[in-house]
């Protein structure tokens, strides 16, 4: 079995400033890794996935994780943030059936402050 | 294309009221899931279906049932409609031999139980 845990559910940062938004996961075999982004009254975006390549990954609009196999986390971070980042992120594991289940962390709301 | 569409996108409904939610893909995906997603938690797993004629219970699957009798619908029904279940329900559906992340969301139906 597998599971995530998003460390903060609300994080507020100022236009300008960096974004760490903090994720740790649980699993019994190598996992592939997923951040999405959902704006308010929208789907799910896919922002950038990890899957036993690069341990940094770089996804969309300047989003980049790094995979720690020795901490379990897959931090999300943004160097600068931008008051359209504000949204829901969940971290998601998948699971190894040919299914392949998709495991959602509880979710952090990003709010950017001007 | 239209992708996933989800009919309806809002119902409020009584307790003890029955209704089926519809999922349509036009992308001839075999796998297709339902969730739900409810504040502070997350999507999770309600059923889901890996083709045509088969379905199987996800995380949540008490008080759902589900079908796939054509490939491109998966229908979600409540038999007798809790206040538990008032959440946002989103549809995704995936290619075979294709990676967890690769799931296209629909845009959620919103319901509301009283």
């Known amino acids: 079995a597998q599971s995530v845990t998003q460390l903060d559910s609300h994080v507020s940062v100022s236009e300008g400033t960096p974004v760490l938004l903090r994720c740790n996961y649980s699993s019994s075999y190598s996992p592939s890794l997923f951040w999405y982004v959902q704006h308010p009254n929208k789907g799910l975006q896919l922002l950038l996935k990890?899957?036993?390549?690069?341990?940094l990954v770089k996804g969309i609009n300047g989003f980049e994780a790094e995979f720690k196999k020795s901490e379990t986390s897959f931090h999300l971070t943004k160097p600068s943030a931008h008051m359209s980042d504000a949204a829901e992120y969940f971290c998601v594991v998948s699971g190894a059936g040919s299914a392949r289940q998709l495991t959602f962390g509880s979710g952090t709301q990003l709010t950017v402050l001007p | 294309n239209a992708g996933v569409t989800q009919t309806p996108k809002f119902r409020v409904l009584k307790t003890g009221q029955s209704m089926t939610l519809l999922c349509a893909q036009d992308?001839?995906?075999?796998?297709m899931y339902w969730y739900r997603q409810d504040p502070g938690m997350g999507l999770r797993l309600i059923h889901y279906?890996?083709?045509?004629?088969?379905?199987a219970k996800g995380e949540v699957p008490d008080g759902y049932n589900v079908s796939r009798l054509k490939k491109q619908n998966f229908l979600l029904g409540l038999e007798s409609a809790a206040p538990s279940q008032t959440s946002v329900y989103f549809c995704?559906?995936?290619?075979?031999?294709?990676?967890?992340?690769?799931?296209?969301f629909g845009p959620g139906t919103r319901l509301t139980v009283t």
């Open positions: 279906s890996v083709g045509e004629g088969t379905t």
């Open positions: 995704a559906s995936r290619p075979p031999g294709t990676s967890a992340y690769e799931q296209y």
């Open positions: 990890y899957t036993s390549a690069a341990t």
């Open positions: 992308m001839n995906h075999e796998y």
